[in-house]
C-alpha cells in the first residue's frame, strides 16, 4: 500500500505469542522498521539495486555488495515468502567510463602507430611520467628523473611506505592508499624506461603494461578532445566487454541474475523526459552551456521536501559533492549553488552525446537511477539498496530528484520506504577500491582458490550486512569451522540412509525435538531482526552440537531427518549450495556426495573391508569366513568407462584377500591390506574411508579438510624421518671417524710440529721452543693416550 507523504508504513509490534515479524534496518529513518509492503495484498515487492559500473573487472568488494545483497532478496523470497521484482542497472556510461573508453582508445591508437620502443615512445612516455609524478606525487622533484625516483621517493615518502599518515600522526587511510597507489605506477613506468627492449614482440608489450598508467592520461590530455562524440562504439566496446565479465563472475558467486537489467545508454530519451519533468516542476534549471542542474533551494522551500535525507551531515561535504560530479565536469559560475548538481551534462568535446532539449549532452550520474528505476517499477518502490558509500550524494540525489519528480503537490512524495546499504570491505583500514588499485578480482580469487563461492558467502554471512568487514585469520577461520562442521553433520546424517539406526527411544526424540524447535524459533527471530545472519548461522551450529551429543543409538532416523532437511532448506535459501531449490526434498549440499558411478563398487568394498577388518581384530578370520565375505559382491561385467577405476579398486581387494587367504597370512597382513584400501587406492580416487568405533566406516569424498590433515600428517611423518636419517648419517660419520682414528698407534699421534722432544711411549717432552712440556698439559695427554692405545689394540685384535 501506498504511504502517505513522509510517513513510514505503520510498524506494528507482534503479539507475544505470533511469530517475530520482519523488522529491517532502514537508511531513511536510521533505525529498524518493521516491513510492510506498498502491495495491498502484502506479497508484492519492488525492489531496485544499483548495479555495476563497467569498466573493469570486478573485486572482492564488489562481491562484498553483490553477495550480501542476494542474500537479503534470498531470505525475502525464500524465508519469508515474498514475490519479488529485482531490478538492478548497469552504469555503462559516466565519467570515469568515458575516461576509461577514450583513454584506451588513444592507447591502442598509439600501440598501432608504433610497434616497437622508438625514441619517440621513449620521449612521449618520459614527458608522461613527468606530468604523472607533478600531479600525484607534489613531494618529488618537478623534473625528477626516472633513474632516481626510487631513491627520491623512499625518502620523500618514507612514511607513507612504512605505513604511517602523510603528517606522520594518526593511521594511515584511503588518502595514503591514494599515494602509494601513485608511487607503484610512477615506479613500475621508471622501470620500465630504464630497460626498454625491442628483441620480441613480448618485451614491447611488457614495455607498454609497464607504461600503461601513466602514458593513459597523457595521451587523454593530449587527444581527448578529438574523440568523435557520436561514435559509441569507442566505450560500448568497454562497457560490453566487462558487463559479460561481471555476469560470470556474478554467476561463479552464485548471485541470481536480476529480474530486469536496465543500462543507462538504452534509456536517452526517458532520462531526458525524466529531466523536462523536473525543470517543468521548477525544481531544475538550464545553464547556457546546455546542462541542467537540481534546485535544491526550491526544492526545499517546499513544505515536506528535504534534501540529504539519507545523511544530512553530509550535504556540505565538498569532496563528496565533486565525486557525485565526476572527474569530466567542470564548475560552472551559473549554478544558484554550490551544492546543486547536475542533472544533464552537455558534452564537451571527447565525450559521448545524445539529444536534448538543451543540446547535445549526456546523464548526470544520479538522474539514470531516478529514471530506470521509475519507468519499470513505477512512482514508489519497497526497497532501494546499494553498497554505503553511494548514501551521498548518489542516493541522496537520487531520492530528491525522484521525490521532484513525482510531486504533485506540497507535502512531497514517499520514493522508496526502505533504503538497505552493504557495508564495505576494508583490506588493513581501507576500503577496497578500483580506484586506489588495491583489490584482487573476484575471477583471481576464485582461480587462485583462496576462496569459494561458498566459502566467501559463508563469511558475509558471519559479519552484519550493514556493518563493514575486514577479512583477518579469525574469521577466515571462523568460516572454514563453520562450513566444515555443516559437512561433518550431513555426512552422519547421509550415513544413515546407507547404515540405518533401527533402536530408537521416544524421550530421546523428545529432547531432540525440543531443541530443534528452539533453534528454529532462534534463527526465525534472528531473521526477522533485519536479517541478522550472524546469530542465525549461530543457531544452525548450537543446532548442530545439540545433535552431535546426542545419544545416537537411541534417536530414530527420522528425527535426523527432519532437522538435516531444515539446516539443508536453510543453507540453500543462504545461497550456499548452486541452483538447488530450498524446497528439494535432499539431505546437505554440494560436495559431499562421492560420484554416482563410484558408489556400487565403493560401498561395496567398504563393506567387505570392514568384515575382514573386524574379523583380523577379534582374531577368527578363516579361508570359509573370507569366502562367504567375498562372494556378497561382484563388479558387474558391463562397466561404464567412469565406474572402472572403481570397480577395479573392488577386484583387485578381492583378488588380494584370496592370495593372503591362500598363504594363510597372519592377521596384520589383512590389517595392512585395509589401510592400504583406505589410504592409497580410495584415496588416489578422492574417496576417503574414515573408520568409527562400534560402526561400520564411514564413505566420504576427500575435501580440503581432510588433504590438509592428510599433509599434515605426512610433514610430520617426514619430518621424523628426516630427523631418524640425519642421527643415523652423523652416527655412521661418527663410527667411521673413530675407525680411522682407531688405525694411528698411540706413539704417533703427538708427533707433530708442536713439540721437538718425545718419551718412550710418544708422549712430548718438549715444545717447539725447547721448554717443558707443563705438567698438567702432559697429565691431559697422557689421558688421550691411554684412550687412544685402548682404541688402538682393539684395531689390531679385530685384524681389519
Known amino acids: 500500500m501506498a504511504t502517505s507523504a513522509r510517513t513510514q508504513p505503520p ?3 507482534p503479539q507475544p505469542s505470533a511469530p517475530a515479524k520482519l523488522k529491517v534496518w532502514n537508511s531513511l529513518t536510521r533505525t529498524k522498521n518493521e516491513f510492510v509492503p506498498v502491495d495491498p495484498a502484502g506479497k508484492e515487492v519492488k525492489w531496485y539495486s544499483c548495479g555495476p559500473t563497467v569498466y573493469d573487472d570486478a573485486h572482492l568488494g564488489h562481491a ?32 570515469k567510463i568515458i575516461l576509461r573508453g577514450r583513454q584506451q582508445h588513444l592507447l591502442s591508437q598509439f600501440k598501432e602507430k608504433n610497434s616497437s620502443v622508438t625514441k619517440e615512445v621513449i620521449d612521449t612516455t618520459i614527458k608522461a611520467f613527468d606530468t604523472y609524478v607533478k600531479k600525484n ?3 618529488l622533484s618537478p623534473d625528477l628523473l626516472p633513474e632516481n625516483f626510487n631513491k627520491e621517493s623512499a625518502e620523500k615518502y618514507a612514511g607513507v611506505i612504512a605505513g604511517k599518515s602523510l603528517e606522520g600522526t594518526g593511521p594511515a587511510g584511503d588518502k595514503e592508499a591514494k599515494v602509494k597507489m601513485h608511487l607503484r605506477t610512477a615506479g613500475t613506468a621508471a622501470a620500465a624506461l630504464l630497460s626498454p627492449s625491442n628483441s620480441s614482440e613480448a618485451d614491447v608489450e611488457e614495455f607498454y603494461a609497464g607504461a600503461e598508467d601513466v602514458l593513459l592520461p597523457y595521451l587523454d590530455s593530449l587527444h581527448g578532445s578529438s574523440i568523435d562524440a557520436d561514435d559509441h562504439t569507442i566505450f560500448t566496446k568497454l562497457t560490453q566487454k566487462f558487463e559479460g565479465r561481471f555476469n560470470d563472475d556474478m554467476k561463479s558467486l552464485n548471485v541470481l541474475e536480476p529480474d530486469v537489467v536496465t543500462r ?62 565526476g572527474a569530466l565536469t567542470k564548475q560552472t559560475s551559473e549554478k544558484r549553488s554550490d551544492a546543486d548538481f547536475a542533472l544533464w551534462k552537455s558534452s564537451k568535446p571527447g565525450e559521448p552525446a545524445w539529444k536534448s532539449p538543451w543540446g547535445p549532452g549526456r546523464p548526470g550520474w544520479h538522474i539514470e537511477c531516478s529514471a530506470m528505476a521509475s519507468d519499470v517499477l513505477g512512482e514508489q518502490m519497497d526497497i532501494h539498496s546499494g553498497g554505503i558509500d553511494l548514501c551521498f550524494p548518489h542516493h541522496d540525489n537520487e531520492l530528491a530528484q525522484s521525490e521532484a519528480y513525482w510531486s504533485q503537490k506540497e507535502g512531497g512524495h514517499q520514493w522508496v520506504n526502505y533504503f538497505l546499504h552493504m557495508g564495505h570491505l576494508s583490506i588493513s583500514g581501507s576500503k577496497m577500491s578500483k580506484s586506489l ?48 562442521y555443516v559437512t561433518n553433520f550431513f555426512y552422519k546424517v547421509r550415513d544413515l540412509e546407507i547404515h540405518p539406526n533401527t533402536n530408537s527411544s521416544g524421550a530421546e526424540d523428545e529432547k531432540v525435538r525440543k531443541q530443534f524447535e528452539s533453534a528454529k524459533e532462534k534463527l526465525h527471530n534472528a531473521l526477522a531482526d533485519s536479517f541478522d545472519t550472524p546469530t542465525a548461522m549461530r543457531a544452525i551450529s548450537a543446532l548442530i552440537t545439540d545433535y552431535n551429543s546426542a545419544d545416537k543409538t537411541a534417536l530414530s532416523d527420522k528425527v535426523s531427518f527432519e532437522i538435516a532437511r531444515w539446516v539443508t532448506s536453510i543453507v540453500r535459501i543462504f545461497g550456499l549450495d548452486g541452483s538447488v531449490a530450498p524446497s528439494d526434498a ?6 559431499i556426495d562421492i560420484p554416482e558411478e563410484a558408489k556400487e563398487s565403493v560401498y561395496a568394498v567398504a563393506r567387505e573391508r570392514d568384515e575382514i577388518r573386524q574379523h583380523a581384530i577379534a582374531g577368527d578370520l578363516s579361508p570359509e569366513l573370507l569366502t562367504s565375505i567375498l562372494s556378497k559382491d561382484k563388479a558387474a561385467k558391463q562397466q561404464d568407462a567412469a565406474s572402472i577405476p572403481y570397480a577395479e579398486v573392488l577386484s583387485t581387494f578381492q583378488e588380494n584377500v584370496k592370495d593372503l587367504a591362500q598363504k594363510k597370512a597372519p592377521a596384520k597382513d589383512f590389517l595392512a591390506l585395509c589401510d592400504r584400501l583406505r589410504d592409497l587406492d580410495l584415496w588416489d580416487l578422492g574417496i576417503y574411508l574414515e573408520d568409527r568405533e562400534n560402526a561400520p566406516s564411514m564413505v566420504r569424498p576427500i575435501d580440503a579438510e581432510l588433504r590438509a590433515a592428510r599433509d599434515q600428517k605426512d610433514a610430520i611423518a617426514r619430518q621424523k624421518r628426516e630427523a631418524k636419517e640425519k642421527r643415523e648419517k652423523e652416527e655412521a660419520e661418527k663410527k667411521a671417524k673413530l675407525a680411522e682414528q682407531a688405525k694411528i698407534d698411540p706413539k704417533e699421534m703427538f708427533r707433530t710440529e708442536e713439540f721437538t722432544a718425545w718419551d718412550d711411549d710418544g708422549l712430548p717432552t718438549k715444545d717447539a721452543k725447547g721448554d717443558d712440556v707443563a705438567k698438567g698439559r702432559t697429565k691431559k695427554m697422557k689421558k688421550e693416550w691411554e684412550k687412544q692405545k685402548k682404541l688402538h689394540e682393539e684395531y689390531l685384535k679385530s685384524g681389519a
Open 586 to 591: 535432499t539431505i546437505g549440499w554440494s560436495g
Open 137 to 139: 606525487l607534489p613531494l
Open 11 to 13: 510498524w506494528k509490534e
Open 264 to 325: 543507462v545508454t538504452e534509456y536517452g530519451p526517458q532520462i531526458v523526459e525524466f529531466v523536462e519533468k523536473i525543470v517543468e516542476h521548477k525544481y531544475g534549471y538550464a545553464t547556457t552551456d546546455g546542462s541542467v542542474y537540481f534546485d535544491i533551494d526550491s526544492f526545499e522551500k517546499v513544505p515536506g521536501n528535504h534534501y540529504a535525507r539519507l545523511e544530512p551531515w553530509n550535504r556540505n561535504d565538498k569532496g563528496l559533492q565533486a565525486d557525485g560530479e
Open 64 to 95: 562484498r555488495n553483490y553477495v550480501t545483497i542476494d542474500i537479503l532478496r534470498r531470505i525475502l523470497a525464500g524465508y519469508f515468502n515474498y514475490n519479488l521484482k529485482f531490478v538492478q542497472n548497469v552504469t555503462d556510461v559516466d565519467d
Open 437 to 484: 588499485k588495491n583489490f584482487t578480482t573476484i575471477r583471481e580469487a576464485l582461480a587462485r582458490s583462496d576462496w569459494t563461492a561458498r566459502s566467501l558467502r559463508i563469511i558475509f554471512l558471519l559479519g552484519g550486512w550493514h556493518d563493514g568487514v575486514e577479512i583477518t585469520d579469525d574469521l577466515r577461520k571462523a568460516g572454514s569451522s563453520f562450513e566444515s
